[in-house]
């Protein structure tokens, strides 16, 4: 027992040592950052803000290894459990590295959302900045989550050595990898892709698969699509690169939209296009950009009117065209009764023999 009484000391200290560290890099870093909370709140500054709520749990982890990584040396321990607690120091020093440079990506997309806001009219240039930092903050995420993992695994001397002898059949290895992960590798691609040639951004309104919807969220592999009635339909990424689908709002958000109305060949078709142009002038939905009315169609019961009329976007041009076509409806109803469709015959009265 006398080898425990000498050693217990040593033991004492090194536990108190440790505790010690912990807590003073805890104190330290509740002071920095209760300094940059006043800081920020008093300059009002949102980026300060957003800094110092990203990074404050990855940097809770940094400030006690780091401290704990400094009174290494003067442990009092085996030489083979300081070794393995200053391994597991490094590991975590790797993982809270990562974390915290996710945290600046997020630091990132928030001061992107404050400076290109989406809630304006003309949100086009605002939404394609938004998407491409989302985009990338995604592949970043991956990237660094890797890195970081490969990292980690490669400070063990075992793993290494199995890493260099995988090196010398890496083309097999690579090919079966590649193999296995190419779903994953395919929507990383496809995101790159969206990013720079920018087929679909946030918010974008879409008609994929039958449904029209809003491009809600983008994620590192797949996206959320909001339908109408407020279901949502997951894709993933790579059908964005590899299959048509409709962009409505590509380019600007503004669309053409018809109404089609068929009436009698009595009908006057110059005072229905007047009055067309009556209920778009009294809409506060339309444009002013475009507007038409024409016989589109001539069949043996009936003619087509095809009433053209622009709107800012999609929601409003809904609108627009339910309230056209109810209102011509009620113009034919009051003005023009006899000029609604109708199925004309002629019955002929038999001869006498």
Same mark, same amino acid.
């Given at each position: 027992?006398?080898?425990?009484?000498?050693?217990? /000391?040593?033991? !004492?200290?090194?536990?108190?040592? *440790?505790?010690?560290?912990?807590?003073?890099?805890?104190?330290?870093?509740? =002071?920095?950052? #209760?300094?940059?909370?006043?800081?920020?709140?008093?300059?009002?500054?949102?980026?300060? +803000?957003?800094?110092?709520?990203?990074?404050?749990?990855?940097?809770?982890?940094?400030?006690? $290894?780091?401290?704990?990584?400094?009174?290494?040396?003067?442990?009092?321990?085996?030489?083979? &459990?300081?070794? %393995?607690?200053?391994?597991?120091?490094?590991?975590? $020093?790797?993982?809270?590295?990562?974390?915290?440079?996710?945290?600046?990506? +997020?630091?990132?997309?928030?001061?992107?959302?404050?400076? @290109?806001?989406?809630? =304006?009219?003309?949100?086009?240039?605002?939404?394609?900045?938004?998407?491409?930092?989302?985009?990338?903050?995604?592949?970043?995420?991956?990237?660094?989550? &890797?890195?970081?993992?490969?990292?980690? *695994?490669?400070?063990? /001397?075992?793993?290494?050595?199995?890493?260099?002898?995988?090196?010398?059949?890496?083309? !097999?290895?690579?090919?079966?990898?590649? *193999?296995?992960?190419?779903?994953? $590798?395919?929507?990383? =691609?496809?995101?790159?892709?969206?990013?720079?040639?920018?087929?679909?951004? *946030? +918010?974008?309104?879409?008609?994929?698969?039958?449904?029209?919807?809003?491009?809600?969220?983008?994620? #590192?592999?797949?996206?959320?699509?909001?339908?109408?009635?407020?279901?949502?339909?997951? =894709?993933?990424? #790579? @059908?964005?690169?590899?299959? /048509?689908?409709?962009?409505?709002?590509?380019?600007?958000?503004?669309?053409?939209?018809?109404?089609?109305? @068929?009436?009698? @060949?009595?009908?006057?078709?110059?005072?229905?296009?007047?009055?067309?142009?009556?209920?778009?002038?009294?809409?506060?939905?339309?444009?002013?950009?475009?507007?038409?009315?024409?016989?589109?169609?001539?069949?043996?019961? %009936? $003619?087509?009117?095809?009433?053209?009329?622009?709107?800012?976007?999609?929601?409003?041009?809904? +609108?627009?065209?339910?309230?056209?076509?109810?209102? &011509?409806?009620?113009?034919?109803?009051?003005?023009?009764?006899? %000029? !609604?469709?109708?199925?004309?015959?002629?019955?002929?009265?038999?001869? /006498?023999?």
């Amino acid at each position: 027992m006398g080898w425990i009484k000498q050693a217990w /000391p040593g033991w !004492l200290w090194s536990a108190a040592l *440790l505790l010690g560290a912990t807590f003073l890099g805890l104190v330290v870093h509740f =002071v920095i950052f #209760s300094l940059g909370r006043k800081l920020a709140q008093r300059t009002a500054s949102s980026f300060g +803000d957003s800094f110092v709520r990203h990074s404050s749990r990855p940097a809770r982890m940094i400030f006690p $290894l780091l401290v704990l990584f400094l009174v290494m040396p003067v442990l009092q321990l085996p030489r083979n &459990l300081v070794d %393995s607690l200053r391994h597991l120091i490094a590991l975590g $020093l790797i993982a809270a590295g990562a974390w915290l440079i996710i945290a600046f990506m +997020d630091v990132t997309e928030d001061f992107i959302s404050l400076k @290109y806001k989406t809630d =304006v009219q003309d949100n086009l240039h605002a939404r394609r900045i938004r998407t491409q930092a989302l985009v990338f903050k995604r592949i970043v995420t991956v990237v660094v989550g &890797l890195a970081a993992f490969a990292i980690m *695994l490669m400070t063990f /001397p075992s793993i290494r050595q199995v890493g260099t002898s995988i090196l010398a059949s890496a083309g !097999l290895a690579g090919l079966v990898v590649g *193999l296995a992960a190419r779903p994953a $590798l395919t929507n990383i =691609v496809a995101g790159v892709q969206i990013a720079l040639a920018e087929p679909i951004r *946030l +918010d974008d309104v879409v008609f994929v698969e039958g449904e029209w919807g809003r491009i809600e969220e983008i994620g #590192s592999t797949y996206v959320v699509v909001r339908i109408w009635d407020l279901r949502r339909l997951v =894709v993933p990424l #790579s @059908y964005f690169v590899e299959k /048509p689908f409709q962009n409505w709002t590509r380019k600007t958000a503004n669309l053409l939209g018809t109404v089609f109305v @068929y009436a009698d @060949y009595a009908v006057s078709v110059e005072a229905v296009r007047q009055e067309l142009h009556r209920i778009l002038q009294i809409s506060e939905i339309w444009d002013r950009k475009a507007w038409a009315l024409e016989v589109t169609n001539a069949s043996e019961h %009936s $003619l087509e009117l095809r009433a053209l009329m622009s709107a800012e976007d999609s929601p409003k041009l809904w +609108d627009l065209r339910c309230q056209v076509r109810e209102k &011509l409806v009620a113009f034919l109803q009051q003005h023009y009764p006899q %000029s !609604l469709p109708k199925t004309r015959a002629e019955i002929q009265e038999p001869r /006498p023999h």
